[in-house]
């Protein structure tokens, strides 16, 4: 039996910890009712009141915050800086993004933090293909210096032997540079956004892009750009749409974006690699939406593979802020491997 999803690595780090600036205020939590957070102006500043757990980074989102108490931060009215953004979502600063700020905030916001994917993909290194075993950073370690420490890792050189990956549904490189993080080599990246591709290029100037549409991509032509056979690649990596089961949106079954996970189910098929990774947002397995997993997950099983589902929090995976996703892992039936 394999574990296949990483454990607690870290516990939930306080936003003042990651260079928001800002003037940080105790409160004690019985003068809250609610965790939404709340906002009120006092003269020219305003202050974010976040209770217990932190906030899940997103466009309209809140700041905040930490777990075992409650603090406020109080600064001025004004939009927080792309540095910060990156810091919060565990970017470190020399990563670069493309485009206006809206457009940043944007594909920082929607992207899986990529410290959340190093540590699910270290795990998957460990006990698929002999990587080194998952371990948490030093507790003396800062958060920035986490951030330092990840990055030096994405930068160090790869060995030929080294564990392979092919991302679709890329965006602008978040699952990508946590991959990057855990020693993997990246063979292709798909995105048929501009910005997106745009953003990717900027960091990954070695990775050959599709950049289209991937229902057009044949399964040959991804073979061909990756330079791999059927069952050579290690492991496959996609986060289609959530959009349409998303619980801030209208949540609707008839989606077309709905169905783009089976656009990933048919490369699953034709690159038939070792692992899969699939990531999405827990409104999947939520009232009417239960149908659609259910379909993903036979999908799936059906293209040859074990597959488990877990929901996991990146707050408790050096990320600081609460966000939940849904990681679906597979792994190939014939490599005898079971997963727990």
Not at 48 to 53: P, R
Request: with cysteine; charged share 25%.
């Amino acid at each position: 039996m394999i574990d296949l999803f990483p454990g607690v690595l870290s516990r939930p780090i306080p936003l003042k910890d990651t260079g928001f600036i800002g003037e940080w205020i105790g409160i004690s939590s019985d003068r809250l009712n609610s965790n939404v957070s709340k906002r009120y102006h006092k003269g020219r500043k305003r202050r974010f009141y976040v209770k217990d757990i932190p906030f899940a980074l997103t466009k309209d989102g809140a700041f905040g915050c930490r777990r075992s108490d409650v603090f406020v931060m109080e600064c001025e009215e004004r939009k927080p800086h792309v540095i910060e953004l990156k810091n919060i979502h565990s970017y470190p600063i020399y990563y670069k993004f493309n485009g206006s700020y809206d457009k940043q905030w944007e594909r920082i916001g929607n992207s899986v933090p990529p410290l959340f994917m190093a540590a699910i993909a270290r795990q998957i290194k460990y006990v698929m293909f002999g990587g080194k075993p998952l371990t948490p950073y030093p507790r003396t370690m800062t958060y920035l210096g986490i951030l330092e420490a990840a990055w030096q890792d994405h930068l160090a050189p790869r060995e030929e032997n080294t564990s392979t990956v092919i991302s679709t549904f890329a965006g602008g490189g978040g699952s990508s540079l946590g991959y990057s993080m855990a020693g993997y080599r990246e063979l292709l990246a798909v995105e048929w956004d501009d910005n997106a591709v745009a953003t990717f290029k900027l960091n990954f100037p070695d990775v050959p892009v599709y950049h289209g549409d991937i229902a057009k991509l044949s399964v040959e032509e991804c073979l061909r750009l990756a330079g791999v056979e059927p069952g050579e690649l290690d492991l496959l990596d996609g986060s289609p749409p959530c959009q349409g089961v998303s619980i801030i949106g209208k949540r609707m079954l008839n989606d077309p974006r709905n169905q783009l996970f089976r656009e990933f189910a048919r490369l699953l098929r034709g690159l038939k690699p070792k692992v899969f990774v699939m990531e999405n947002v827990p409104g999947l397995v939520e009232g009417k939406m239960k149908l659609l997993f259910a379909e993903i997950m036979r999908e799936l099983k059906a293209s040859g593979y074990q597959v488990k589902c877990k929901k996991l929090n990146a707050m408790y995976f050096n990320v600081p802020q609460s966000r939940k996703r849904l990681i679906f892992v597979g792994v190939r039936e014939d490599l005898g491997k079971v997963a727990s």
